[in-house]
């Protein structure tokens, strides 16, 4: 069974950094992209930053290039999310997603073929 562990979430004050871990396992696939959401509290989940396992290329939105760094370690079956520079606005729960579908297409419309979910780590920036 295709599973997925987020962990590293915390308490962090304005301008700390934290670094997100997602361990996946199960997956029997060569080629699969694991992609971080978050959501904050009345807001629609977001699209942070994808990675390709395999080939290792990612994407991220603009407005997410410049303090949100995806990587992974295949040998550990764990993608990382370094976070820099956090900002209370980046307060929400963060999710790490896996799918098949292209990054672009998975961090704007979510998971659309395996969909599989971690259960989410909280990230809570103070002012």
């Known amino acids: 069974e295709e599973q997925l562990v987020e962990s590293g979430g915390g308490l962090v004050q304005t301008g700390g950094s934290l670094r997100l871990s997602c361990k996946a396992s199960g997956f029997t696939l060569p080629d699969y992209a694991i992609g971080w959401f978050r959501q904050a509290p009345g807001k629609e989940r977001e699209g942070v930053s994808c990675?390709?396992?395999?080939?290792?290329?990612?994407w991220s939105p603009d407005s997410m290039q410049d303090r949100f760094t995806i990587s992974s370690d295949n040998a550990k079956n764990t993608v990382f999310l370094q976070m820099n520079s956090l900002k209370p606005e980046d307060t929400a729960v963060y999710y790490c997603?896996?799918?098949?579908?292209?990054?672009?297409?998975?961090?704007?419309?979510?998971?659309?073929?395996?969909?599989?979910w971690g259960q989410g780590t909280l990230v809570n920036v103070s002012s």
């Open positions: 990675i390709i396992i395999g080939d290792g290329s990612t």
């Open positions: 997603a896996a799918d098949v579908t292209p990054c672009h297409d998975f961090l704007t419309y979510g998971p659309r073929a395996l969909e599989v």
